[in-house]
């Protein structure tokens, strides 16, 4: 069985610092790993994924995330926050082999400030 | 089309009343996923399907639930007797499932309100 822990329920960093939502999973098998970013009232996009090539993973708006099997962590990054950044963000696993169901973490609510 | 489709994007019904859900796929996509959010952060997945044929329904309250994804159609979530307990945002996810990418994209979602 998979499952995955967001260490942080919320995080707020100043505009212009770098961003890192923490990410924890656990997996039977070679998991797929995903962020998605959830903004009020809006569906779900993807900025990122892993799926057994490259441990460091490049997504869309500047974020980036590292896959650590020894850690068996996912954690997102970016170097320098912006207004826009706030939203709530999901971290997700899945099994490698064929479309499976994802399974959510608790979700990190990102704030921005100013 | 290039996004994955719901409608309504708001229902809402009285406790007992059916409700039902609609999805268009991201066009060329061979699998549709249904997940319900409640309480905001929690993801709970229903159902999938290949094409028009079950993939995984191990998420499904059966009793009252039931979804099917039929040819030159939109994919139907449909409840009978909703009950408080359904009110939810319910989320599509389409996937391509070619050269080994197995990612999912979203539709905006269907808030349904049970009163």
């Known amino acids: 069985a998979q499952s995955v822990t967001q260490l942080d329920s919320h995080v707020s960093v100043s505009e212009g610092t770098p961003v890192l939502l923490r990410c924890n999973y656990s997996?039977?098998?070679?998991?797929?790993l995903f962020w998605y970013v959830q903004h009020p009232n809006k569906g779900l996009q993807l900025l990122l994924k892993?799926?057994?090539?490259?441990?460091l993973v490049k997504g869309i708006n500047g974020f980036e995330a590292e896959f650590k099997k020894s850690e068996t962590s996912f954690h997102l990054t970016k170097p320098s926050a912006h207004m826009s950044d706030a939203a709530e963000y999901f971290c997700?696993?899945?099994?490698?082999?064929?479309?499976?169901?994802?399974?959510f973490g608790q979700g990190t609510r990102l704030t921005i400030n100013p | 089309g290039e996004e994955v489709a719901q409608t309504p994007k708001h229902l809402v019904r009285g406790e007992g009343q059916k409700a039902k859900l609609y999805c268009a796929p991201i066009?060329?996509?061979?699998?549709v996923f249904w997940y319900q959010q409640v309480l905001k952060n929690e993801f709970k997945f229903l159902i999938s399907?290949?094409?028009?044929?079950?993939?995984?329904e191990t998420g499904m309250p059966k009793e009252r639930f039931s979804a099917k994804c039929l040819p030159n159609s939109p994919c139907s979530l449909e409840i009978q007797a909703t009950k408080l307990e359904d009110s939810a945002v319910y989320f599509c996810?389409?996937?391509?499932?070619?050269?080994?990418?197995?990612?999912?994209?979203f539709g905006p979602g269907t808030r349904l309100t049970v009163t």
């Open positions: 996810a389409s996937s391509p499932r070619d050269r080994g990418s197995y990612e999912q994209y």
């Open positions: 997996s039977s098998y070679s998991p797929s």
């Open positions: 892993y799926t057994s090539a490259a441990t």
């Open positions: 997700v696993v899945s099994l490698i082999q064929g479309a499976q169901k994802l399974v």
């Open positions: 066009k060329g996509h061979s699998y």
């Open positions: 399907f290949q094409n028009e044929n079950v993939f995984d």
